[in-house]
DNA sequence: CGGCATACTAGAACAGGTTCTTGTTCTCGC
DNA sequence: GCGAGAACAAGAACCTGTTCTAGTATGCCG
């Protein structure tokens, strides 16, 4: 199974023209998403914004869900590598969390309409849309699992924690989604799940 | 905001006949639920198989998403009631809740249609959806506060012990769906997580 | 240059959830 | 029994995600 064949350019490699459209489709996603959150990005005005047919999005993109799981990973890879350039403060794993956790929903929860669509597709995600989610939650997951080793050596659960963490994060804000919790709840109870969670792990 | 007025009966009192539209538009949904999966319960096969005109089924429930999480109410509302029935068995908190979570699991797991599409109303209830989601997270987290608690007397951190299992056990059915893990990873994250989260509560 | 596959555009077509319209039937107070 | 309003039936209509069709442009290999 190596590579194809030889049409066209190689297949994974795009022209500078595919980055150009691949990106303006996602700017369009992001900022409809701003706009009106998850049902306001409508895959005809995508295209249209972004200045492409409705197929050629398609080709992009093969769904809806797709787009906005990848422009999710795409914001997290941002917020990740802003987090990797400095130290996580504080002394323990709960503090060094939730130092982590807090920022991120709060830089999240800025823009609740983007928010909501970006979560609503991760829980629409079928296995289709697989590849895709197991990057946002690795990337998610990297940036746990930082921050529960600190400058320490790694333990081996981890990622068992930071699995359970995620678990509860992303159900806090389909909560919050969901009319059920408010906004200031969303954080109070992820707080007191980490606390919970990494208790001994001090 | 006392009782509107004088026509028809008094509202929230359903006639024999209405009871009966309402069973038969649930046992359709979960029929074809159980057939074909989230996908499969079409509003218009719904309506014709229980023998009631679209407009109608959209008077007794307002979306799919209202009907399939109030038809998941109604199943967990049959498994609540069954172990209420018994005395659960295990020494300890982790003991007991592996047992019903298993059992819950299990019994849902029989039918993989029924529960995703059940799951996938679940995630997709936004805030018009509230209520019965309430009600579905109730029956849930009453079954593993029951089983956390034992013989014993009540513990104020039981519900929140609670709502962080069921925030894990609703993530990982997700995962499953999203075919991100398998069948047999669902039971053994849950268990991994009913031993941490419960580690100290013997 | 001549083919030829691939990418793209424009727009129609399809599918299923939801809404709306029209006419009928049921219920209840009088 | 009668009239008014609620509930219902039947089906058209609408909306948006997705797919399909026809035609055009583009790049590449010989």
Redesign the interface.
């Known amino acids: 199974m190596a590579m194809a064949s030889t049409t066209t350019t190689s297949p994974d490699v795009e022209t500078a023209a595919q980055r150009d459209r691949r990106s303006r489709i996602v700017q369009a996603a992001l900022a409809l998403a701003s706009r009106g959150g998850y049902d306001d990005v409508q895959m005809r005005e995508v295209a249209e914004r972004s200045g492409v047919a409705l197929g050629t999005l398609y080709r992009y993109f093969p769904s809806k869900v797709h787009l906005l799981v990848n422009a999710m990973a795409h914001e997290l890879e941002r917020m990740s590598s802003r987090l990797q350039r400095r130290t996580i403060p504080g002394d323990t794993p709960s503090a060094r969390v939730e130092w982590v956790l807090e920022r991120a929903t709060r830089s999240l929860q800025k823009d609740p309409n983007l928010t909501e669509a970006m979560i609503?597709a991760m829980?629409?995600?079928?296995?289709t849309?697989?590849v895709e989610?197991?990057a946002v939650?690795s990337q998610m997951g990297g940036m746990i699992i930082a921050a529960i080793r600190g400058d320490r050596e790694a333990h081996p659960d981890d990622a068992?924690?930071a699995?359970?963490l995620?678990?509860?994060w992303?159900?806090?804000q389909?909560a919050w989604?969901?009319?059920?919790i408010s906004s200031a709840d969303v954080w109070r109870?992820i707080e007191?799940?980490i606390r919970?969670?990494l208790r001994d792990h001090e």
Chains 1, 2 share one sequence.
């Open positions: 609503r829980m629409a995600a079928d296995s849309v697989a989610v197991a939650r068992e924690y699995a359970v995620q678990d509860v992303f159900a806090r389909i989604l969901g009319g059920r109870d007191s799940a919970l969670v």
